[in-house]
């Protein structure tokens, strides 16, 4: 039998050099691979404005000759850190902010202690926040700050926000933030109040530990890790998507554990009761409504988000009271939404357009 006139027998050694010379490359570079440290994250130049507890607020130092006259703050999600929206020089939202004129602040967390079990909803919504927003007017010398608040740092901004409607927030701006809990599908089969006791757990072992956050994240898409790595290997000789790994990588197994009351109100009151969805949220004993809201509000979701579906986020402009509200839904996922190559060209850009308006 004859061989296709389309297989090239005289092609087969060069094919196999390229394949051995392409696997020698791939072993040196896995070497290297691990003998190496990733790239320093977070690195735009900052001061860090006040410390407490498992409270850090960071003012990133301005570089453009003109700042808008209202100060950002920017509020992270209490299970990761902030270093997401700062990674690297040409690739930090941070960095981004500040050339094109913004004043940036960032509220950003550390990992309660254990003593720190006993922190609560209020002490996030009613304390932390005030605080930094108190301290950001002080050392900018602006009486209105506009918000940003990134997944669950968004949902605290909300309750922020219905709680002191008369302000000083000046803008809101959310991404990827939940708003009707049910549409959680997976925290929810994972918190049924039926096997899950939230109770037990906060009473016996304190503060929820991160490796309890980190699997139920992976159980939401159980094989990206390992076809992650699967992918690296493949492209291990490509510095460029090797950095790009490693930053995303470790960010997202940085996970933070929480604040035990705080895991128990989330559970009882956003998981099993949706009450910020159905109008019944309260923080400290004050309503938190979201028609309370009216100031602009943009909320930015992306199409392929596993972590907050679209149909867990989409009540929330109709919900808002503001007259000045959008939202904006993106190509990408949870985090390439706000990071990355995709987030550089389309979300970055349009959060400009839309804040710069807004910030004078």
């Known amino acids: 039998m004859n061989a296709p006139e389309e297989f090239d027998l005289a ?6 050099q390229s394949e051995v010379q392409r696997a020698i490359q791939r072993s040196i570079k896995g070497v290297e691979y691990i003998a190496s440290s990733g790239p320093a994250l977070g690195s735009t130049p900052k001061d860090v ?32 850190r902030g270093y997401i929206l700062d990674l690297v020089p040409g690739q930090s939202f941070v960095e981004f902010l500040l050339r094109r004129g913004y004043d940036v ?25 005030p605080d930094c927003i108190r301290s950001v007017q002080r050392d900018s010398g602006q009486s209105e700050v506009s918000v940003i608040g990134y997944c669950f740092g968004g949902v605290l901004s909300l309750l922020y926000g219905s709680i002191f409607p008369e302000g000083p927030m000046k803008n809101l701006v959310l991404f990827t933030t939940p708003i009707d809990f049910r549409e959680m599908k997976l925290f929810q089969n994972f918190a049924d109040r039926r096997y899950f006791d939230v109770d037990r757990l906060v009473d016996g072992i304190g503060n929820v530990p991160p490796e309890m956050i980190l699997s139920s994240f992976e159980m939401l898409r159980p094989a990206s890790r390992v076809a992650g790595q699967v992918q690296l290997w493949e492209n291990i000789w490509n510095d460029e998507y090797v950095k790009s790994y490693r930053m995303f990588d470790r960010w997202a197994t940085d996970t933070l554990p929480l604040a035990g009351e705080y895991f128990r109100v989330i559970t009882k009151d956003l998981m099993w009761d949706n009450k910020l969805f159905n109008d019944a949220m309260s923080v400290g004993g004050r309503p938190a409504e979201l028609a309370n809201i009216k100031v602009p509000v943009l909320h930015a979701v992306a199409e392929h988000d596993h972590i907050v579906p679209y149909e867990a986020a989409r009540p929330l402009i109709e919900k808002i009271g503001s007259s000045d509200k959008q939202e904006v839904m993106l190509k990408g996922g949870h985090v390439s939404l706000v990071a990355g190559a995709n987030a550089i060209k389309r979300l970055w850009p349009k959060l400009d357009s839309w804040l710069c308006e807004r910030s004078t």
């Open 105 to 129: 602040y960032m509220l950003d967390w550390s990992p309660p202690k254990p003593e720190e079990k006993c922190l609560r909803m209020e002490d996030y919504v009613l304390d932390f926040i």
């Open 11 to 16: 092609s087969i050694p060069l094919r196999i």
């Open 49 to 80: 404005l006040s410390v407490r507890g498992t409270m850090n607020l960071i003012h990133y130092r301005p570089i453009a000759d003109e700042i808008y006259r209202v100060p950002v703050l920017i509020v992270m999600a209490t299970t990761n």
